[in-house]
């Protein structure tokens, strides 16, 4: 048989069309792919005084049906005097703390992909840590018999 979709042929027994997804039989209702979603955003690693150099890191944090987690965290980072904007924003922020910062989150967002995370691209003010990406939950099976 063939799909009266897209036409793609199929097995006869088919519930499915492997190719669109379209339901083959009557009673059978395809499963909408559920994702869980991510975002790259930083935090203070301790509360810090005012006047001192700040110590901070990037996190991945996934929000999906089991509620929200850190999935990746980067090392502590540094801006390297007490002075400059904490995450660096610019060059001018120091140029080790910069370069240190995206270093962080560059392999985070490898870690990420490596991890099955697509990318979905950036959000809020498009900084260079604001990063989304999704993920597809896997469907737990709880098939009656
Ligand atoms: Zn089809």
Known sequence: MFCSKCGTQLLDEANFCWKCGLPQKEGVVAEEPRYEACEISWRYTLPQPIFAIKKFQFVAVAIGPTGKRVVAETPLLSTGSAR???????????????????????????????DGWEYQGPFGDGRYWQKSFRRRVKQQTDKKA
Request: hydrophobic share 50%; with cysteine; charged share 20%.
């Open 84 to 114: 400059r904007a904490c995450p660096p924003l610019a060059s001018t922020d120091g140029r080790a703390a910069w370069d240190q910062s995206h270093e962080a989150v560059d392999a985070m967002i490898i870690a990420l992909v490596a």
